[in-house]
Each structure stands twice: as C-alpha cells, then as structure tokens.
C-alpha cells in the first residue's frame, strides 16, 4: 500500500519510521534548525531505498552552495538512481534538479524544481529549492513568486503553511512590498512564532525601510523563538549589527559581531560571508578591527581559488583586503578570470560582476580609489545578476560612498546617498551619508 506524506504526497517507503525520520527532516530544513541531515540519515537507515530521503539529502548539501558540498550532492544522485526505475516522475524530476545543480546548471535545476511544483505544489522540498536557488541566482521576482504560484493549494490545514508564507514575505521584500511582506510576514508567525525565515522577511523590512530601533526591538522581542538550535541565528544576528550600524553605535554593531555574529571560527561559506560583510562595513566607518580579518582571511583561505560561486569570491576579496594579503588577492582575481570562460550559472557570474566587483575591492586595497570608482559605477546597476539580497547587495554602494570622498569625486558620493535618501527618508545613517558628501562637495567646490 502506498504511503503518502503529511502534505498528501506519495513516497516510496513502507516503513513508518523512515517516513517519520523523513518528515521531521524536512520540517528542520524548513525551520533552518538542527539537525535535518542526522535526520534523513535516520530515515535512510530504517529504508536505504528510500528515494526522497536520497533526494532530500542531496538538497540540503546542493543549497550550502559551496565547493565541499558536492561530493555528498553527487553520492545523494548515485544513491537515487538505482532507484528510479520504480520511482515516481516527481523523484526523477528532482534527481534531474539534483544533477544539473550538481554540474553547475543552477538556471536548469531551479526550472526542474518549478516544474514539479506544477504538478505538486505542496511539495516543500522542490519549494526549497526553487526559492534558495532563485536567492543565489539573484532573481527577485522569481522569489516572490514561486511560492506565490502554489499559495492557492496550501492553507492553516496543510503542515509547513507558515513556511510558505514566510518565503512568499522574503520575495515580497526583495521586489519592494515592503507593508505586503510584513504583513505576510507575521501572518506566518501568528500561525507559527519558531519560524525564522518569517523573522528573517521582516527583519529585511525593517532594514530597507530604515527602521533600526523597530528592527532591534523585533528582534529581541522573538528572539526566544528564533534563536535556540537556530542554524539562522547567526545571521539574524547580523541583521541586529546592521541596525546598530544604521543608529552609528559601531561600538554595538561590534559587540554583537563578536559574541553572536562570529563567537567561535568556522569555514563555512554562509557564516563567514556575514561575518566578512560586518568588517567590511565597520571598515568603511574607520573602526579598527585588530586581528579580526586575520580570522576570517584564514578560513577564506581554502576557498579562494575554488570557482564555485562568485558572491563567496567577492567576500574573501573583502577578507583578503582587510586583511592586507595582496597575494592571496590575485588568487581571487586569477580564479575569477578562469571561471568566466567557462560554463554555467557561476561562469556569467564571475564575468559580469564577481570579477569588476574583486577588482574594485582589490583597487581600494591599493589605494586606487577613482578606478574603484569606476569599476563600481559600471558594476552596480547589474550586480543583482551574482545573487544575495538588496541588504547584503548594499555594500556596493556604501563602498561606492566611500570610494567616492576618497578619490576626491564628492559628487557621485552625494549622488548615492541622495538615492539612499529617496529610498529611506528615515533613515538616520542615510542623512548622515548625505551631510558627509554634500559638505565634501560644497569645500570641492
């Protein structure tokens, strides 16, 4: 007799156990809490035949998105596909997704996860993937409007619904709804407060509306829920740092860098690109960071030159900037190079942004500040192409600033911050932006 899932899908395994290992796996992926993969390894254990616990595992190593990851995405398809004669068209329509994010078709895999959503709506791993995978391609309508399309098909009695919503809210956020993605957002915390992508949605909110004071008491508020065997809690965190930063308490955003931020070191890709934004951004306010750079510049070490994904590439260029190692700064540029003239979703990436950005990061290291300028300047308009959200995108431009004053071209400063200005009129750092450059233009003048 078949077995269906809590959200009414067929599965291949008879075993209870498996399926209910499977279940609390993807409500942890689903949560960003630990431990999904203990979990579908549970489920594998009791049925190593299980083709969705296979596929399920593959997901949660391909969306890490780091070079380390592959070789448990490509042990997850060679496990699968024995299986697939017996297998639904849904399980080899993902192992297809598997396989092309595997080999570096990230465009393909997330159009295979869409098109079983299609067919499945309620499928909350193609969901997953199809909504991290439009993150790191940059495509903010698209992440807005995945979970949009299978929205009709879910309500309160269908499991995970306030996963939906807090993934709808993240895209209504990214394509500037903001007062649509808070009032989603907390929709999906009213059904369920431990969600964090949800927390996450809002957060972002409040940061692009220059709410830092609402942003901070927010997150205090819920952080009970968010924080405990949260995977995300760092990066809630950040967010936290940035509202500091946004009120001009470097002192805070530091304090916060240290003990939540980054409190131990560790290699992995997504921690250490918050961690190396923050300095990047305390940098550009002339804090003195000691031996911070150093940390994370050693953890970017291994993964400077590995042509995996262009976003991490231009957070170890900021790491190795920081950190005042020139060497390691070609590194990047020559990997960057290479990476362009190849294939793939991260081939167009390197070339059209990875590479001018590093190259702009490496001229500020130089002291070269009116070609960082106008590498910047031409890289900017298009630098959603490389993936991230606007918050994180916005050092660009806060680089720009800075950039600007130092190369004696206050104008375009001011420019940039007018646009700031425009964006969030109550923005206390965007007034700040805007009196540092409209009084440099003014002694220029």
């Not at 969600?195 to 205090?220: I, K, N, S, T, Y």
Request: with cysteine.
């Amino acid at each position: 007799m078949t077995q269906h899932d809590s959200r009414g899908l067929a599965v291949s395994t008879t075993s209870a156990a498996a399926l209910a290992h499977y279940e609390r796996a993807v409500d942890l992926a689903l949560g960003y809490y630990a431990d999904p993969v203990a979990a579908v390894d549970a489920a594998l254990a009791e049925d190593p035949d299980f083709v969705m616990a296979h596929v399920l595992r593959g997901t949660l190593h391909a969306l890490a998105n780091e070079r380390g990851a592959v070789p448990a995405v490509s042990q997850a398809i060679e496990a699968a596909k024995p299986l697939l004669a017996g297998a639904d068209e849904r399980a080899r329509t993902h192992v297809c997704a598997l396989s092309a994010w595997r080999d570096g078709d990230w465009t393909r895999a997330v159009r295979r996860w869409g098109d079983i959503l299609a067919d499945h709506p309620r499928d909350v791993v193609a969901l997953l993937g199809a909504h991290i995978g439009d993150f790191f391609l940059g495509w903010s309508q698209m992440l807005r409007d995945h979970p949009a399309r299978v929205l009709p098909h879910w309500d309160e009695s269908v499991p995970g619904f306030n996963f939906v919503l807090g993934m709808h809210a993240f895209g209504l956020e990214e394509c500037g709804e903001y007062a649509r993605a808070e009032e989603v957002g907390l929709r999906a915390l009213d059904l369920q407060r431990r969600d964090p992508w949800a927390v996450h949605a809002v957060a972002h909110v409040m940061e692009m509306q220059g709410r830092p004071d609402d942003g901070r008491a927010f997150l205090a508020e819920r952080r009970g829920d968010w924080e405990p065997e949260g995977l995300f809690a760092f990066h809630l965190h950040w967010h936290g740092a940035l509202y500091a930063l946004e009120n001009g308490d470097t002192a805070a955003a530091l304090a916060v860098y240290d003990s939540l931020v980054r409190p131990k070191p560790t290699s992995i890709a997504l921690e250490l690109i918050d961690a190396t934004a923050m300095l990047w951004r305390l940098r550009l306010r002339g804090v003195e960071l000691g031996a911070r750079w150093d940390e994370v510049a050693d953890h970017w070490e291994r993964l400077a030159d590995d042509g995996h994904y262009a976003f991490n590439d231009v957070h170890a260029m900021m790491a190795f900037v920081g950190a005042g190692r020139p060497r390691s700064q070609r590194r990047v540029l020559y990997a960057l190079a290479e990476t362009a003239l190849r294939g793939g979703a991260n081939a167009a990436m390197s070339r059209e942004v990875g590479l001018p950005l590093c190259r702009a990061l490496d001229a500020t290291g130089r002291g070269a500040w009116g070609e960082a300028v106008d590498l910047l300047l031409d890289v900017r308009p298009i630098a959603q192409r490389f993936g991230g959200s606007h918050a994180q995108r916005d050092v660009i431009a806060l680089t720009l600033h800075h950039a600007a004053l130092r190369a004696g071209r206050p104008r375009i400063a001011a420019s940039v911050a007018a646009e700031r200005l425009a964006a969030r009129p109550d923005s206390p750092f965007a007034r700040l932006l805007s009196r540092t450059a409209t009084g440099a233009a003014a002694l220029a003048a």
